[in-house]
C-alpha cells in the first residue's frame, strides 16, 4: 500500500522509525528525499497526497506551529473528502497531548503517545510500541478491505467484459446477417424495377393504334390511346416503386456497415484502452454506432415517391377533350 506521513522536521526521527517499519512490511512509503531538484515540490507533495492509499500525520506541538505542516494536513483532508467513498485511510497519531491535534482530525481514532517527562521532550517508550503495533494492525485491515475491494472490482469488471463481449458479438452477427440481407434484397428489387419499364417500353411501341395505324373509329382510337397510356403509366409507377424499395434496402444495408465499423473501433478502444479508459469515454467511443437517430428510409417515404399522380392525368386529359 501506498502510504505518505506528514510530520514537523523536528519529529523525523520518529517519522523515520515508521516509515522504516511500514516498508520492511512491503509497504511504499514515500520519502520527500527523493523529490528531484527541478521537480515543483508543491504539485508533487499534493501528488503524493492524492494517490496516498493511507495518510499517516503526526501531530505534535511543533506540527501545530509548522506552516508546511498545516498545508499539508489540509490537502490530505481535500483529499480525503473529494473521495464519496472514502477510500483513503487516514490516521492521526498525536504525539503528547490530544490538543496538539487538530480539531477536525479528532474524529479519525487517534492514536495517542503520551510524554514520559513534565518537560514534554520524551515520549513514552511502552507507548510507542503499542503505537506501532496499533498502526500496523489498521494498515493489515485496511489493506485487506482494499484487496477484497479489488477483488470485487475485478470480478465484476470480468463479468461486464464478458456480457460486453457476448453482446458486441451478438450485435455484430445480427448487423453482418441484415447488412448482406438489406444487399440481397436490393440488388434483386432493382432488377425487378428494370422488368415494369421494359413490359412499359413494349407496349408502347407494340399497341394496335401503333402497329396497325390508325383505326376507322375516333372513339375507339381515343379508347385504345388512354388504354395504352395509363397502362405505361402505371408500369412505370411500379418500376418507381420497386426502385424506390431497392434503395431503401440498399441504405439500410450501409448503415449497417457504418455500424459495424462504429462497433468494431468502439471494441479496438476498449481492447486497447478498456483498464484506464473512464466510463463517459467508453461511452463516447461506442456512441457513433446509433447514426441514424430511430429514423430509416423505410419510414421517411411517402406515397408521392411513387404515385402515378393518376387524377392529374385524367383532369388534364378531360379537360383538353372539352376543348
Not at 450485435?171 to 413490359?199: H, Q, V
Request: glycine share 4%; aromatic share 10%.
Amino acid at each position: 500500500m501506498k502510504v505518505y506521513i506528514s510530520y514537523a522536521n523536528a519529529n523525523h526521527k520518529f517519522a523515520d522509525l515508521i516509515g522504516k517499519t511500514l516498508m520492511a512490511d512491503g509497504h511504499n512509503v514515500f520519502n520527500p528525499a527523493e523529490i528531484m531538484p527541478s521537480s515543483n515540490i508543491y504539485e508533487t507533495l499534493a501528488e503524493q497526497i492524492t494517490k496516498a492509499d493511507v495518510i499517516i500525520i503526526l501531530f505534535s506541538k511543533e506540527y501545530q506551529l509548522s506552516e508546511w505542516a498545516e498545508k499539508e494536513a489540509s490537502y490530505a483532508m481535500f483529499s480525503y473528502e473529494r473521495e464519496k467513498d472514502h477510500k483513503q485511510l487516514i490516521i492521526p497519531i498525536v504525539l503528547g497531548d490530544i490538543e496538539n491535534c487538530s480539531f477536525q482530525y479528532r474524529r479519525f481514532n487517534c492514536i495517542i503517545i503520551p510524554y514520559d517527562d513534565n518537560n514534554h521532550n520524551t515520549l513514552n517508550g511502552i507507548a510507542i510500541e503499542k503505537a506501532i503495533e496499533q498502526l500496523r494492525f489498521r494498515l493489515g485491515a485496511h489493506a485487506a478491505t482494499v484487496k477484497e475491494e479489488k477483488e470485487k472490482q475485478t470480478e465484476t469488471a470480468k463479468k461486464v467484459e464478458k456480457g460486453l463481449s457476448i453482446y458486441l458479438k451478438g450485435t455484430m452477427t445480427r448487423l453482418k446477417s441484415k447488412e448482406s440481407s438489406n444487399k440481397w434484397f436490393a440488388y434483386i428489387l432493382y432488377l425487378l424495377s428494370i422488368t415494369p419499364l421494359g413490359a412499359a417500353l413494349y407496349i408502347a411501341t407494340h399497341a394496335s393504334f401503333v402497329a396497325n395505324g390508325l383505326v376507322d373509329a375516333p372513339v375507339s382510337l381515343a379508347i385504345q390511346a388512354v388504354t395504352t397510356l395509363l397502362t405505361v403509366i402505371l408500369f412505370i409507377s411500379t418500376s418507381k416503386l420497386l426502385f424506390t424499395l431497392a434503395k431503401s434496402f440498399m441504405v439500410e444495408a450501409i448503415r449497417c456497415s457504418d455500424r459495424i465499423h462504429a462497433i468494431s473501433f468502439g471494441k479496438f478502444f476498449l481492447d486497447a484502452y478498456g483498464n484506464d479508459a473512464t466510463r463517459e469515454e467508453v461511452l463516447k467511443a461506442f456512441s457513433a454506432w446509433n447514426i441514424d437517430d430511430g429514423k430509416t428510409s423505410f419510414r421517411n417515404q411517402s406515397g408521392d415517391d411513387y404515385d402515378p399522380k393518376l387524377e392529374k392525368f385524367i383532369t388534364v386529359l378531360t379537360s383538353k377533350a372539352e376543348k
